[in-house]
């Protein structure tokens, strides 16, 4: 029994219930179906015949309603799996009705009088037109044909009958959705009721059905074609309905654009899976409107993760609102009061789920209909944006907002940043001296809703007319998607001086010119089986392209790129095998071993990125079809470096988002706003390990220029935080244990400065190794007694291992405020621990109160435990305008042999080794080193302290067991020199306190027999 065969007894069925009239006053279906059956006997044996038919059938249909449960689980699921698994459900109902199918086979020849009678009764419903009405008052059942719009009305004002069951099929060629409103109703709402649902060509039920009373007067269902069941029980009875349905146009939409109207829908994916990593941009607008009202008719989202996120825009300051609606399936209906929104899908890295319908409705009058908004959205990968332009026609009226979103469907889960060059800018102030200007902001979606990342100008002298001048790569936008909106001022004169350009794209689309890049072609021969490529920039492997490669090929490729801290990849052609060859990218460390997970590239999958500045591609195929070979493109991807100086109002800090960072790492960032009080932090993504990665925030006390004992620690736990300051000093602390990702931490800054008289010259170092000195190209000459000079020091590291930054003291001058004065001009070097910045040494450290103090050379005065450090110069007022302060000092990531502080050892042959820290020279205050020893196969293990020059009463050796969890640690002194402790690994740890440094020592480990 095929399928169709067992949907059309299902049709019949329903078409029985119906009973409606078809050749005459008094005869109905069920008539014609009974002498059809019957053989035209006498009324006794008719019956009889169609007693038995419907019993049969209502089996069918019980089975037929069950397994379509089944079936709609498997839809949401899987649409092939759906369709490849129909047939076989069906198969099992019909083994399940054997027993009598070869009857349903004779019923079925029996039927033709009654399938003409169907044809009959289609014809005359259709010759009826698209009347408000398609079905007469009384019709309990039918078909129903429209193309917009229509009504059933049943028995309206009459009543009706016990045990009624009317159904009516409604059909919309062209619509993506049918929406139903009961507008009048007498029936007991108890127990009698309409069902809607939506169903198929052959009926069957698609989706769950919607009960309609005077309690519950719509609903929707989406497709073509729907069932209403009227159905009433078999005690009270009531009157009618009329029953208004609108059929309703779905596209699935691109992702995103923009929407101009009262009423409508927006459908993005609804019945299909969207990808991670979405961000889907609408602008909807409702000019003429007060409120617009959303609701979300369909979804499958990620109930957890993934969901639209609604925003308004102020059309006072043109910025988006902080006041972000979340909707999805426990928050489906939401009002809004503004006549324009931003709406945005959002899905998350983890799961995914099927798309969404989402229903939109304006009400109310405009109360601004002066603001005038010119919205656009772009969709390409990559293009650029202008005022004036076609996109922003020239118009400067202040009630004036332009709005543009950039966003597009992502072809793959894996993301590739969206890239901002800013080309030229110019903005005018509002009146003449006045520091308010027009403005154009960027915007980025995030989890919580719309950020900005950018504002321009950012910076402002309070001149007429202030100029951005170009700057590549000025932002990073990590989905494929942003808003920008420029709001002009009022203005005193008509001529409109602001201009401005940028453009954005893919790290591809921004370097693929030879001429820009300056790269070759390829740094490879076309047939070069593999080899190692070294670029600045990026590159290309040509391998065999339009050429037949071989079996069982294997040709691997080394790409660096010296400074990159991530490569993308793209596959530009490719004529391989699909299915079995393929190439393959992965990160690798400088001894060429493997450090992330390989992603593999074909034509259905053609980018890829990975961290770090060295790369493994593989090109394989198999023992199978071969084919021709490829163009492999690469491009250098600059993450945010491990610290910086960010001079701005407003913005976003990211580091390692969605990538994972190391153990032991210190990020230093030095985030000042000239001109405001108050510096706004709020952390939008992290990955922490929770216990004891995060950031840390201090000030600088502008009198003393010293950090304040103010930490303020940032996590997920503790994301937002407001510090009453124009500059603070950012940390990013990773500890020895766990790691995680990184984050996005956004900035933003507000009110008046309350010390405009000082000055900051803040900078940021990230070589290994370098000179700062006083007076230079870092920290200029300036007597001031208002400058405090800030420089940090931080970078990247490629391992978890610690070794220390080496400081050599070369010289130094340093003046007293006035004669007989023992107040100087001040060095302060700091350095990040777990729990702040915490002083290391302070130049002048010691004084007689003379005019000048000068510091005698020294090497390695100094050892920080990371790669970090921060130092801050302030001088003094003094009597003359002569400066004779003067210093330098050095710094070097290089450690020697004596100066590693901490690591893990072990012994220089089989019985013994040693530990020589500082041992002829001082260590400073505040160290903490700890050594992982580790002698094979030794049960205990023997130490012996042979030179110390400890402070003791304050600074400690101390040996554990790896393998001891309730024994103390053991403190070796110039008293107590030996320790045997249980082996085959041992901690050593060396500490020093805030005051008196000593010297170093030597300490032998062996095996202890």
């Given at each position: ?24 006053e008094d005869e109905t279906v069920e008539s ?796 302060i070097l700091y350095e990040p621990f777990l ?172 095996k202890d027999t």
């Open positions: 029994m095929r399928l169709n065969t067992l949907c059309s007894y299902f049709q019949a069925l329903l078409l029985f219930c119906a009973a409606t009239s078809v050749n005459g014609v179906v009974k002498r059809s059956l019957s053989g035209d006997s006498d009324e006794e044996i008719a019956s009889e015949a169609f007693k038995n038919f419907m019993n049969k059938v209502n089996l069918l249909e019980s089975s037929i309603s069950n397994m379509t449960v089944g079936m709609q689980q498997l839809v949401s699921q899987n649409e092939e799996m759906y369709k490849s698994h129909t047939e076989l459900m069906f198969a099992r109902i019909a083994t399940e009705f054997g027993n009598v199918k070869e009857q349903l086979s004779t019923i079925e020849n029996r039927l033709a009088g009654f399938e003409n009678t169907c044809i009959s009764f289609d014809n005359r419903t259709k010759q009826m037109g698209t009347t408000e009405s398609s079905l007469s008052g009384d019709s309990c059942g039918g078909l129903i044909e429209e193309k917009e719009f229509g009504e059933i009305i049943y028995k309206e004002g009459k009543p009706y009958s016990n045990s009624e069951n009317c159904m009516w099929t409604v059909v919309a060629p062209d619509a993506g959705m049918i929406s139903f409103q009961l507008v009048t109703s007498g029936f007991e709402d108890c127990c009698d009721y309409i069902t809607v649902r939506s169903i198929d060509e052959n009926g069957v039920s698609t989706g769950p059905s919607s009960r309609l009373n005077s309690l519950n007067r719509t609903a929707s269902v989406s497709g073509s074609r729907a069932n209403v069941i009227f159905s009433s029980d078999s005690s009270v009875t009531g009157t009618g309905f009329t029953l208004r349905f609108r059929l309703r146009q779905i596209k699935d939409g691109e992702c995103g654009g923009t929407i101009i109207g009262d009423k409508g829908m927006i459908s993005y994916k609804s019945k299909t899976l969207y990808l991670n990593n979405e961000r889907c941009a609408w602008i909807l607008h409702s000019p003429n409107s007060s409120s617009i009202t959303l609701n979300l008719l369909e979804e499958g989202f990620e109930s957890c993760c993934d969901y639209l996120l609604v925003n308004t825009i102020d059309p006072e300051t043109g910025w988006i609102r902080n006041d972000t609606k979340k909707i999805k399936g426990d928050s489906k209906t939401q009002t809004i009061e503004e006549s324009l929104i931003v709406i945005v899908f959002y899905s998350d890295y983890s799961k995914t789920g099927c798309g969404f319908s989402l229903e939109y409705s304006s009400s109310g009058e405009n109360p601004n209909p002066e603001i005038n908004f010119i919205v656009n959205h772009l969709s390409e990968p990559n293009g650029t944006i202008e005022y004036p332009s076609s996109v922003w026609n020239e118009g400067g009226e202040s009630n004036n907002i332009y709005v543009v979103g950039v966003s597009k469907r992502v072809q793959k889960p894996e993301t590739l940043p969206t890239v901002v060059d800013w080309k030229n800018g110019m903005f005018r102030s509002s009146t003449t001296d006045s520091c308010v200007y027009d403005s154009l902001i960027v915007y980025e979606p995030f989890r919580d809703g719309w950020k900005a990342r950018a504002w321009f100008p950012n910076q402002t002298d309070c001149q007429p007319l202030v100029t951005v001048p170009p700057e590549t790569e000025l932002l990073k936008i990590q989905q494929n998607s942003f808003i920008a909106i420029f709001k002009p001022l009022s203005n005193e004169n008509r001529n409109n001086a602001t201009r401005f350009s940028f453009s954005y794209g893919s790290p591809f689309d921004n370097r693929t010119n030879e001429t820009e890049t300056g790269r070759t072609e390829s740094s490879l021969s076309n047939d070069s089986c593999g080899g190692v490529i070294e670029e600045k920039e990026s590159g290309e492997i040509i391998y065999k392209e339009g050429k037949r490669y071989s079996n069982s090929e294997n040709c691997m490729w080394t790409v660096i790129v010296p400074d990159a801290g991530m490569i993308s990849f793209q596959l530009v052609t490719s004529g391989f095998e699909d299915c079995c060859d393929y190439i393959t990218v992965n990160s690798i460390d400088q001894d060429g071993v493997s450090t992330g997970t390989p992603s593999k590239l074909n034509s259905l999958n053609r980018t890829a990125t990975v961290s770090g500045s060295r790369a493994r591609v593989v090109f394989s195929s198999d023992s199978s079809i071969t084919g021709n070979g490829f163009t492999l493109r690469f491009v250098i991807g600059h993450l945010a470096e491990c610290g910086g100086v960010i001079r701005a109002d407003r913005g976003v800090i990211s580091y390692k988002t969605g990538l994972r960072y190391l153990d032991n790492e210190r990020c230093v960032w030095t985030l000042h706003s000239p001109n405001s009080s108050i510096i706004n932090l709020n952390l939008l993504e992290d990955g922490f390990e929770s216990c004891c990665d995060y950031l840390l925030v201090n000030t600088i006390d502008p009198e003393t220029g010293r950090i304040r004992n103010d930490t303020r620690k940032i996590k997920g736990d503790n994301k937002t935080h407001t510090i009453e300051d124009s500059l603070i000093v950012i940390v990013f602390v990773s500890d020895h244990s766990n790691t995680g990702n990184g984050f996005s931490l956004e900035f933003s800054s507000s009110g008046e400065n309350p010390d405009p008289e000082i000055n900051y010259i803040v900078n940021h170092l990230s070589e290994p190794n370098g000179t700062i000195e006083y007076p230079s190209s870092v920290w200029s000459e300036g007597r001031e007694s208002n400058n405090i000079y800030v420089v940090g020091f931080s970078k990247r590291v490629q391992n978890s291992q610690t070794l220390p930054t080496v400081l050599d003291w070369k010289h130094g001058v340093f003046q007293s405020s006035t004669t007989g004065s023992c107040e100087y001009d001040s060095l729990d702040g910045l915490k002083e290391r040494a302070q130049f002048p450290n010691q004084t007689d109160c003379q005019r000048v103090v000068t510091v005698l050379p020294e090497n390695e005065f100094l050892a920080f435990n990371h790669h970090s450090f921060l130092a801050i110069f302030k001088p003094l007022s003094h009597e003359n305008s002569v400066n004779v302060t003067r210093f330098s000092f050095s710094y070097d990531n290089q450690p020697r042999a004596d100066s590693i502080c901490g690591g893990i050892l072990k012994p220089l042959d089989a019985k013994f080794g040693q530990i020589a820290y500082k041992k002829a020279r001082k260590y400073s205050n505040n160290e903490h080193c700890t050594w992982t020893v580790q002698v094979p196969q030794a049960e205990r293990l023997l130490f012996s302290l042979i030179q110390t020059g400890l402070e003791e009463c304050c600074d400690s050796i101390s040996v554990s067991s790896h393998n001891s969890r309730t024994d103390s640690p053991f403190r070796l002194t110039s008293v107590n020199r030996t320790v045997s402790v249980e082996g085959p690994r041992a901690t050593v740890t060396f500490t020093s306190d805030t005051s008196v440094a000593g010297f170093g020592f030597l300490l032998r480990y062996q």
